[in-house]
Nanobody, 122 residues
Framework: QVQLVESGGELVQAGNSLRLSCAAS????????IGWFRQAPGKEREFVVL????????DYAASVKGRFTISRDNAKNTVYLQMNSLKPEDTAVYYC???????????????WGQGTQVTVSS
């Protein structure tokens, strides 16, 4: 069982940066792939980025590659999402989720956080 809590979302101006955190409970955190997903108003939730349990492999959606960076600290049971050069189209609720495999498929993520709102003003 893994419980996830996101934090760090806020209102920022375009071009600025934010760092989101995903804090997890559970002793097996390092065995899980952690993904970030986002859902904008009126749109379906979409994949943003993932990191494998060891942190050795990451995968980014094309829309955020080069602007967002994911990392994890397994000693702190936390995954970070550094978001730079934010754009209004990045506005969404951001969710972190845990899966027991490398996957971008949402249905394969067993555990989800409650989400954190990121709003980017133009």
């Amino acid at each position: 069982q893994v419980q996830l809590v996101e934090s760090g979302g806020e209102l920022v101006q375009a071009g600025n940066s934010l760092r989101l955190s995903c804090a997890a409970s559970g002793r097996t955190f390092s065995s899980y792939t952690i993904g970030w997903f986002r859902q904008a108003p009126g749109k379906e939730r979409e994949f943003v980025v993932l990191i494998t349990g060891s942190g050795s492999t990451t995968d980014y959606a094309a829309s955020v590659k080069g602007r967002f960076t994911i990392s994890r600290d397994n000693a702190k049971n936390t995954v970070y999402l550094q978001m730079n050069s934010l754009k209004p189209e990045d506005t969404a609720v951001y969710y972190c989720a845990a899966a027991s495999m490398y996957t971008i498929v949402q249905s394969r993520y067993n555990y989800w956080g409650q989400g954190t709102q990121v709003t980017v003003s133009s």
